[in-house]
């Protein structure tokens, strides 16, 4: 497995990665949704390839209430995205550590997201459970998830 090192990063250096993967209709230097909140946190996940360092996964965090779990401080994790060539490899599960760690640094007990329909694996294995059933939106099908940060 690669050794992987996640920073916290500007939004431009993650969005053509986040574009390609989540949203290709969108235009190469277009801001994603969130990019642009004061508050939010992005995260990159790198790694050396000779003596290149390339960013094989993405997301960005920020303060969010929870709409399932009013009462819990939460924050969102959005826009994730692994580069289809480093699926598989622990980019994603590096992001969701330093993701979870921020959040719980920050005060939040709640990480929370709306996972894709193929990424509801990957979350049930980094600690998140499901909540609702499955629902549309305009990039196709979803689901609630959300993992507990602190008691």
């Known amino acids: 497995m690669p050794q992987w090192t996640v920073e916290v990063i500007q939004s431009q250096l993650s969005r053509e990665l986040r574009r390609s993967v989540l949203r290709p209709h969108y235009a190469v230097d277009a801001a994603l949704p969130g990019d642009d909140r004061a508050e939010?946190?992005?995260?990159?996940?790198?790694?050396?390839?000779?003596?290149?360092?390339?960013?094989?996964?993405?997301?960005?965090?920020?303060?969010?209430?929870?709409?399932?779990?009013?009462?819990?401080?939460?924050?969102?994790?959005?826009?994730?995205?692994?580069?289809?060539?480093?699926?598989?490899t622990g980019a994603g599960a590096a992001i969701l550590r330093a993701?979870?760690?921020?959040?719980?640094?920050?005060?939040?007990?709640?990480?929370?997201?709306?996972?894709?329909?193929?990424?509801?694996?990957f979350y049930r294995r980094n600690g998140f459970a499901e909540f609702g059933e499955l629902f549309d939106t305009e990039l196709g099908p979803h689901r609630r998830?959300?993992?507990?940060?602190?008691d």
């Open 40 to 88: 939010v946190v992005h995260l990159g996940a790198f790694v050396h390839v000779g003596d290149d360092r390339v960013l094989a996964s993405a997301c960005l965090i920020f303060p969010e209430p929870c709409p399932w779990l009013p009462a819990a401080t939460g924050w969102q994790l959005r826009s994730m995205a692994t580069d289809p060539a480093w699926r598989g």
């Open 99 to 121: 993701a979870k760690q921020i959040s719980a640094d920050a005060g939040a007990t709640v990480l929370w997201c709306q996972a894709r329909q193929p990424a509801i694996p």
């Open 145 to 150: 998830m959300w993992t507990q940060l602190t």
